[in-house]
Structure formats: C-alpha cells, structure tokens
C-alpha cells in the first residue's frame, strides 16, 4: 500500500514538472518553501490570531501548543 502512495506521489511530482513549473514563479515558491524553516510559518499564524481580536483565543491555544511541542521535542 505504502508502495502504491510513493509511485502516486512521484507521478504526481513528475506532472507538476512538466507542466506548471515556470521560471517566473521559481523566486515566490522559495520564499514560500522558506517559511517552513525554523517554523516561521507557525509563527506567522500564531501572530496574525493574537492580533486579530475575535481569535485571539484560539491563538493563545495554538501558540501553548506550539510551545509544548517544543518542550516534548527538544527536552524529552
């Protein structure tokens, strides 16, 4: 099954390549492939729901969880 999902994939990847890659777009889609390093995706979130007033609630949530991760990974 797993061997099934990998050859869907790489068909997938290999489709992508041929015919939506553009030169134009490869700088945007490395800046977007940038913001998984280090989280800084998680961190956008994060400060975008403590700014914004009606979620500000669940952005605590997600930051305390966001900050238990770190510890269960990092520490244990």
């Known amino acids: 099954m797993l061997e099934h999902i990998k050859i869907i994939?790489?068909?997938i990847l290999l489709w992508i390549?041929?015919?939506?890659?553009?030169?134009?777009l490869t700088p945007f889609m490395k800046r977007i492939s940038m913001l998984g390093n280090a989280g800084?995706?998680?961190?956008?979130?994060?400060?975008?729901?403590l700014l914004w007033k009606p979620k500000r609630e669940?952005?605590?949530?997600?930051?305390?969880?966001?900050?238990i991760n770190v510890v269960i990974n990092n520490f244990f």
């Open 58 to 67: 669940v952005g605590i949530l997600v930051l305390t969880s966001i900050l």
């Open 40 to 49: 800084m995706i998680w961190v956008l979130i994060v400060l975008i729901l």
């Open 9 to 11: 994939d790489g068909n």
């Open 17 to 24: 390549q041929e015919h939506i890659r553009n030169p134009y």
